[in-house]
């Protein structure tokens, strides 16, 4: 799934556009503790969270993870823009609730795979 | 063969990673799969969270050889009463009890809150720490662990990844 498209569908803020541009993610991961974040990430996945912290930051970085979509309408930490800048990774804020952003992924995940517009 | 060793700090979650970070540039250089690279940190930086949220400090000193890595990560800190039947139940639900009051590192939100008797408190929940599963997602990203604690006495953890990518079952 194209990152930038998600951003736009769910409506989210993108924070940061990643390079190179035009990154994609097959799966996604929504959690609110750093183990649980760590053990689903990886090269391929999309993190949703309602933790923006350095210590994202460090698992993003660690799992070289490409996406981080956070939620609630927050200001990323400081750490959390840097690390994305530097990293190359996409990084955009969600105002929805985890609950309800999830469940717009969901749905775009869904039309994507199905080819829906 | 190759070694390192690196310091961690207890208490700042704004340095924890550090030594993560290390080793996953020394597998990297080394080949690795990506696969036992993916493993190795994950049990690397739970072991290195639990000193920064548990310890005074810490080390994490890696042994990098042909075919494996061996790390061990010790600290100074409070220990774990009961460690063999905390790392086998350690479960997401599990709340943790070992943690002791030690110096706070400054006033700045990732400071891991030092108060806690009978379980981490509420801002270090709302760091997304606290949830007990370290010990377990040690032992299961491992191919061999080990755990040495004395209460008052501090705590090591031993683990060993063979760098070859594990065979999926079935």
């Known amino acids: ?117 | 063969m190759s070694r390192f060793s690196h310091a961690i700090a207890g208490g700042d979650c704004r340095r924890a990673g550090a030594a993560s970070r290390q080793l996953k540039a020394r597998l990297q250089a080394a080949g690795a799969p990506p696969d036992a690279v993916r493993r190795a940190l994950l049990a690397a930086f739970e072991a290195e969270m639990n000193v920064v949220m548990h310890a005074r400090g810490g080390r994490m000193d890696a042994r990098l050889a042909p075919g494996r890595v061996d790390v061990e990560v010790s600290d100074v800190g409070p220990g774990i009463p009961d460690v063999g039947r905390r790392a086998r139940r350690s479960s997401p639900l599990r709340k943790q009890r070992v943690i002791r009051e030690y110096p706070a590192a400054s006033a700045s939100g990732s400071v891991v809150p030092r108060r806690s008797r009978g379980g981490l408190d509420a801002a270090a929940r709302a760091l997304g720490l606290g949830a007990g599963m370290g010990l377990a997602n040690i032992r299961r990203a491992s191919d061999a662990f080990a755990i040495d604690s004395v209460p008052g006495g501090g705590t090591r953890v031993r683990f060993t990844i063979y760098l070859k990518a594990r065979e999926r079952p079935g």
């Open chain 1, 1 to 117: 799934m194209d990152l930038t498209d998600l951003a736009r569908r769910i409506g989210a803020r993108v924070v940061a556009e990643g390079h190179p541009p035009g990154r994609t993610v097959d799966r996604v991961y929504a959690g609110d503790r750093i183990s649980d974040l760590l053990t689903h990430a990886s090269p391929t996945t999309l993190l949703v969270t309602n933790l923006s912290s350095a210590l994202l930051a460090c698992v993003a970085e660690l799992m070289d993870v490409p996406a981080i979509c956070l939620v609630g309408g927050q200001d990323p930490a400081p750490e959390i823009i840097t690390k994305a800048r530097a990293q190359g990774m996409f990084l955009m804020v969600s105002s929805a609730d985890l609950f309800e952003t999830c469940g717009r992924v969901h749905r775009c995940w869904n039309d994507s795979r199905h080819g829906a517009a």
